[in-house]
Nanobody
Framework: QVQLVESGGGLVQPGGSLRLSCAAS????????MGWYRQGPGNQRELVAT?????SVKDRFTISRDESKNTLYLQMNSLQPEDTGVYYC?????????WGQGTQVTVSS
């Protein structure tokens, strides 16, 4: 059983930055498949970043991990209103997938 807890969301103006964190309840040292997804208003959940990035966030978002803290991060720069949504942390530990509860990101002036 893996528990994932996201934090760091909030309201930010266009052009601003946020850093999301995803704290795992187990060591992430051996977990290769971790990433971030998001779900915007009226949209399906979509991939943001794992090993690769969605085209819409390339050069603006950076995924990283600190294995000493069992934490996954998503640095988001140059945020735009279309980045608004609930951001979910994801982990795959075969044969199961695990998801966090999500953190809301709202980009608005």
């Amino acid at each position: 059983q893996v528990q994932l807890v996201e934090s760091g969301g909030g309201l930010v103006q266009p052009g601003g930055s946020l850093r999301l964190s995803c704290a795992a309840s187990v060591s992430i040292f051996s977990i290769n498949a971790m990433g971030w997804y998001r779900q915007g208003p009226g949209n399906q959940r979509e991939l943001v970043a794992t090993i690769n990035y969605a085209d819409s966030v390339k050069d603006r978002f950076t995924i990283s991990r600190d294995e000493s803290k069992n934490t996954l991060y998503l640095q988001m720069n140059s945020l735009q209103p279309e980045d608004t949504g609930v951001y979910y942390c994801y982990s795959e530990v075969p044969p199961y997938d695990y998801w966090g509860q999500g953190t809301q990101v709202t980009v608005s002036s």
